[in-house]
Protein backbone atom coordinates (compact mmCIF):
# COMPACT_ATOMS: atom_id res chain seq x y z
CA UNK A 1 0.00 0.00 0.00
CA UNK A 2 1.44 3.31 -0.91
CA UNK A 3 1.85 6.31 1.76
CA UNK A 4 -0.37 8.74 2.75
CA UNK A 5 2.31 11.31 1.97
CA UNK A 6 2.80 10.41 -1.57
CA UNK A 7 -0.41 10.10 -2.16
CA UNK A 8 -0.86 13.67 -1.21
CA UNK A 9 1.70 15.01 -3.43
CA UNK A 10 0.23 13.79 -6.31
CA UNK A 11 -2.98 14.80 -5.28
CA UNK A 12 -1.68 18.44 -4.94
CA UNK A 13 0.50 17.94 -8.38
CA UNK A 14 3.35 19.47 -6.19
CA UNK A 15 6.22 18.50 -3.49
CA UNK A 16 4.80 19.10 -0.17
CA UNK A 17 6.80 19.85 3.18
CA UNK A 18 5.61 17.74 5.47
CA UNK A 19 6.65 20.33 8.57
CA UNK A 20 4.92 23.10 7.17
CA UNK A 21 1.77 22.73 4.04
CA UNK A 22 0.85 19.27 5.55
CA UNK A 23 0.65 17.94 9.31
CA UNK A 24 0.27 14.31 9.51
CA UNK A 25 0.12 12.19 12.52
CA UNK A 26 -0.87 8.56 13.41
CA UNK A 27 -2.52 7.88 16.63
CA UNK A 28 -2.52 4.20 16.71
CA UNK A 29 -5.39 3.47 14.29
CA UNK A 30 -3.30 5.14 11.42
CA UNK A 31 -2.09 7.96 9.48
CA UNK A 32 -4.48 11.00 8.74
CA UNK A 33 -4.07 14.67 7.62
CA UNK A 34 -3.77 16.61 11.08
CA UNK A 35 -3.66 20.12 9.52
CA UNK A 36 -3.87 21.10 5.79
CA UNK A 37 -2.17 24.67 5.02
CA UNK A 38 -2.46 24.30 1.33
CA UNK A 39 -4.52 26.71 -0.90
CA UNK A 40 -6.30 23.80 -2.12
CA UNK A 41 -9.28 21.53 -1.00
CA UNK A 42 -8.20 18.89 1.87
CA UNK A 43 -8.64 15.62 -0.15
CA UNK A 44 -10.85 13.20 1.94
CA UNK A 45 -9.82 9.62 2.45
CA UNK A 46 -11.42 8.58 -0.67
CA UNK A 47 -9.84 10.99 -2.94
CA UNK A 48 -6.35 9.97 -1.46
CA UNK A 49 -7.14 6.24 -1.98
CA UNK A 50 -8.08 6.60 -5.82
CA UNK A 51 -3.85 7.70 -6.03
CA UNK A 52 -3.34 4.22 -4.81
CA UNK A 53 -1.86 2.90 -8.30
CA UNK A 54 -0.48 5.81 -9.46
CA UNK A 55 1.29 6.23 -6.41
CA UNK A 56 2.45 2.59 -5.81
CA UNK A 57 4.42 3.19 -9.11
CA UNK A 58 6.00 6.40 -7.76
CA UNK A 59 7.26 5.06 -5.09
CA UNK A 60 8.58 1.74 -6.54
CA UNK A 61 9.69 3.91 -9.56
CA UNK A 62 11.69 5.86 -6.55
CA UNK A 63 13.70 2.57 -5.72
CA UNK A 64 14.84 2.35 -9.30
CA UNK A 65 16.16 5.48 -9.53
CA UNK A 66 18.10 4.81 -6.51
CA UNK A 67 19.26 1.48 -7.51
CA UNK A 68 19.95 2.81 -11.25
CA UNK A 69 22.27 5.92 -8.94
CA UNK A 70 23.91 3.12 -6.76
CA UNK A 71 25.00 1.50 -10.04
CA UNK A 72 25.68 4.10 -12.27
CA UNK A 73 28.84 5.24 -9.79
CA UNK A 74 29.62 8.84 -8.41
CA UNK A 75 29.96 11.07 -11.61
CA UNK A 76 33.77 10.43 -11.35
CA UNK A 77 33.73 6.83 -11.76
CA UNK A 78 31.41 7.71 -14.72
CA UNK A 79 33.88 9.78 -16.02
CA UNK A 80 36.46 7.64 -15.19
CA UNK A 81 34.91 5.17 -16.73
CA UNK A 82 34.19 7.12 -20.18
CA UNK A 83 37.75 8.35 -20.49
CA UNK A 84 39.18 4.20 -19.84
CA UNK A 85 36.40 2.67 -22.22
CA UNK A 86 34.70 4.97 -24.24
CA UNK A 87 31.88 6.91 -24.38
CA UNK A 88 30.11 4.48 -26.63
CA UNK A 89 30.82 1.34 -23.57
CA UNK A 90 29.42 3.88 -21.33
CA UNK A 91 26.35 3.91 -23.27
CA UNK A 92 26.01 0.17 -23.31
CA UNK A 93 26.38 0.24 -19.59
CA UNK A 94 23.91 2.48 -19.03
CA UNK A 95 21.88 0.43 -21.39
CA UNK A 96 21.92 -2.99 -19.00
CA UNK A 97 21.37 -0.87 -15.96
CA UNK A 98 18.22 0.70 -17.33
CA UNK A 99 17.30 -2.85 -18.05
CA UNK A 100 18.57 -4.34 -14.87
CA UNK A 101 16.29 -1.48 -13.15
CA UNK A 102 13.36 -0.78 -15.34
CA UNK A 103 10.86 1.69 -14.59
CA UNK A 104 7.47 0.65 -13.97
CA UNK A 105 4.55 2.55 -16.29
CA UNK A 106 1.02 3.13 -15.79
Do not use: H
Request: charged share 25%.
Amino acid sequence: MAQISTKIKLYANREINFEKDVLLEDEGNGIFIKEWNLSIAKPTIEQLNAYETQATIYENNQQVIANRKKAYGTIEQQIEFITEKGLTAWQEEVAGIKTAYPKETN
